[in-house]
């Protein structure tokens, strides 16, 4: 069985309703533009990623970060 008959034996035994549903989203899906990714961006996130400064901080200081986040908000 190929994609398209699996699809169609799931949506013969749907609601009309959601049948309807499933139509939409496959339009949706028709018109919705191909994102592609290149090497060099999948890299930079990767890279980015990385040096991100997870498990650096302690509980305190992060709690500190927000509150003087917190109070530069409240003042502006």
Request: hydrophobic letters at 40%; zero cysteines; aromatic letters at 6%.
């Amino acid at each position: 069985m190929n994609i398209a008959q699996a699809i169609y034996q799931h949506v013969k035994t749907m609601p009309m309703e959601k049948a309807v549903e499933v139509l939409h989203f496959i339009e949706f899906l028709e018109t919705k533009k191909d994102i592609t990714v290149t090497e060099t961006e999948a890299n930079d996130v990767l890279e980015f990623m990385q040096n991100l400064p997870l498990g650096h901080r302690t509980d305190a200081e992060i709690n500190n970060a927000i509150q003087a986040l917190r109070d530069e908000w409240q003042t502006s």
